[in-house]
């Protein structure tokens, strides 16, 4: 998974028109540690699509601008807009990310 690093970046991924998945996190965090052990199984399923990563840490402002309150965080853009959110409450298991990938991604 690819890191984004800036803001111009991000902008410039988003605001394409094929879906892009963005996943949130910080290196503090223990369920993002969790979701490591099993997210290399879901790019392979879903590798049709593009996969990226932000720390919030990092980029808080990105964060912030689409209500990314809890880590980790998988978020769904196409032509510059948030088209899913997975909050963090929600994506603690594989089949929870599964879910929201199969009811969200065209």
Known sequence: MERITTTEQFDQL???NQEVLIKFFADWCPDC???????DEILEEY??????EINKDELPEI?????VMGIPSILIFKNGEKKGHLHSANAKTPDQVREFLSENLS
């Open 63 to 67: 964060a912030e601008n689409y209500q």
């Open 14 to 16: 988003i605001s394409g």
């Open 47 to 52: 590798s049709a699509y593009q996969w990226f």
């Open 33 to 39: 540690t969790r979701m490591n052990f099993f997210i």
